[in-house]
């Protein structure tokens, strides 16, 4: 079996069928979650950003190839595996899609394309984390259908996402706060910078 058939079994692209919530369900609720810091202001962190970038810089350089899984026999690459979406190169997708999973532990890809014989993706568009929520079952343990920008993707098919979850949560959540901690840091150095206090007045205590 190759690889297109182990990922994508013939006639059936479902992206995950109820996929499972495994970390606290907080998490799955971006507008309204616990989490005491975002992506926008963890980014200002220059040592978080150092790291990020180096890790997104060497993967996203890294050259991505087909191979059978019984033989190890090396396949020619389908056009998604050579250009994961028609908008941008495989360095900066795959670079944000690490980003996607450095922070929030998980990243989102929607099928854009499908083959029309068998309806295979052929294509696929990233999908940022901030414009993603879910909506989870009554009992919060499996998640019913995605939200993108507010409207409700199908589960299955062209349109419906991809997700690409990694075994550890994000440093959003397991760093919350540190980074918070860095962050008010630095905007107090700032502003000691910024608004310097006076030296105060040297009085002559001669006659």
Same mark, same amino acid.
Not at 121 to 127: D, L
């Given at each position: ?18 996929? @499972? ?11 309204? *979650?616990?989490?005491?810091?975002? &992506? ?9 950003? /150092?790291?990020? %970038? ?13 191979? @059978? ?29 690490? *980003?996607?999973? =450095?922070?929030?532990?998980? @990243?989102?890809?929607? +099928?854009?394309?499908?083959? #029309? ?5 052929? /294509? ?5 984390? %901030? &414009?993603?929520?879910?909506?989870? %079952? !009554? ?8 939200? +993108? ?14 997700? =690409? #979850? ?10 919350? /706060?540190?980074? &918070? ?10 502003? !000691? @910078? ?9 009085? %002559?205590?001669? !006659?």
């Amino acid at each position: 079996m190759g690889l297109r058939d182990y990922l994508f079994p013939k006639n059936k692209i479902e992206a995950q069928e109820s996929p @499972a919530v495994l970390s606290d369900v907080f998490s799955y609720y971006p507008p309204i *979650d616990l989490v005491a810091i975002n &992506r926008s202001e963890a980014i200002t962190i220059p040592a978080v950003v /150092r790291c990020v %970038n180096l890790i997104k810089g060497i993967i996203g350089s890294m050259e991505l190839k087909t191979y @059978a899984k019984a033989t190890d026999e090396e396949l020619p690459n389908l056009p998604w595996v050579n250009q994961i979406t028609k908008y941008a190169p495989n360095n900066v997708t795959i670079g944000w899609i690490v *980003d996607s999973l =450095i922070f929030y532990g998980v @990243a989102y890809l929607r +099928i854009d394309e499908i083959y #029309q014989d068998d309806n295979r993706p052929a /294509r696929f568009e990233y999908i940022a984390n %901030n &414009r993603v929520t879910s909506q989870l %079952n !009554a009992k919060g343990t499996f998640v019913e259908y995605y939200r +993108i920008d507010g409207e409700a993707v199908p589960m299955s098919g062209l349109g419906s996402l991809v997700t =690409i #979850q990694s075994p550890i949560e994000g440093i959003l959540y397991t760093g919350a /706060r540190t980074l &918070r901690a860095a962050v008010d840091l630095e905007k107090a150095a700032s502003v !000691a @910078a910024s608004t310097p206090q006076p030296a105060g007045i040297i009085k %002559n205590s001669g !006659a």
